[in-house]
T-cell receptor, first 110, second 112 residues
Framework: RKEVEQDPGPFNVPEGATVAFNCTYS??????FFWYRQDCRKEPKLLMS?????NEDGRFTAQLNRASQYISLLIRDSKLSDSATYLC???????????WGAGTKLIIKP | DTGVSQDPRHKITKRGQNVTFRCDPI?????LYWYRQTLGQGPEFLTY????????KSRLLSDRFSAERPKGSFSTLEIQRTEQGDSAMYLC??????????FGQGTRLTVV
């Protein structure tokens, strides 16, 4: 089992719709979680951190479910500019590195 | 621009040649990471420096790969005797905490 797993998609979603995707992680002791966004042929950029209580940033909501070991990202009122690959990132304990999922590709259509 | 800088942005090389990439992290960042990313995959960890010390290397980093950060500032990643399977985007990231990573724009390597 991969340490971090994501549905690769693509998710094809009409503009204005709400879309959500999950990411599961295998190390129950993981402590920090993040969503990064990566545009085609560009570097990943931090979208938001995921806190135990969940957090919201505008149209984006991230949640953590420790019992089931997954994090989620919800995008409301999707825009064409939201089209990108969304990477789930987990910070396990006793590790120098972040563990990355393979990403979920999102395509917003007009 | 005070972000992470990588050079070159693109490199095309013939199989068997050696290549070297450079990364200049954000100046106050003591942590520096190298990742490799291929199409449809997330970044794969290669190696990590804290200041000038190389503290972790992935098993992906064969003996053809070597990385240095001699003065705890910029870092270089060298690939010797390149193979077609080395074609990828090589990403450098820096930060001040374990849960922090600011990425450069990457060096795209194509081995022909």
């Amino acid at each position: 089992r991969k340490e971090v797993e994501q549905d690769p998609g693509p998710f094809n979603v009409p503009e204005g719709a709400t879309v959500a995707f999950n990411c599961t992680y295998s190390n129950s002791a993981s402590q920090s979680f993040f969503w990064y966004r990566q545009d085609c042929r560009k570097e990943p950029k931090l979208l938001m951190s995921v806190y135990s209580s969940g957090n919201e940033d505008g149209r984006f909501t991230a949640q953590l479910n420790r019992a089931s070991q997954y994090i989620s990202l919800l995008i409301r009122d999707s825009k064409l500019s939201d089209s990108a690959t969304y990477l789930c990132v987990v910070n396990p304990p006793s590790n120098y590195q972040l563990i990355w999922g393979a990403g979920t590709k999102l395509i917003i259509k007009p | 621009d005070t972000g992470v800088s990588q050079d070159p942005r693109h490199k095309i090389t013939k199989r068997g040649q050696n290549v070297t990439f450079r990364c200049d992290p954000i100046s106050e960042h003591n942590r520096l990471y190298w990742y490799r990313q291929t199409l449809g995959q997330g970044p794969e960890f290669l190696t990590y420096f804290q200041n000038e010390a190389q503290l972790e290397k992935s098993r992906l980093l064969s003996d053809r790969f070597s990385a240095e950060r001699p003065k705890g500032s910029f870092s270089t990643l060298e690939i010797q005797r390149t193979e077609q399977g080395d074609s990828a985007m090589y990403l450098c990231a820096s930060g001040t905490r374990q849960d922090e990573a600011f990425f450069g724009q990457g060096t795209r390597l194509t081995v022909v």
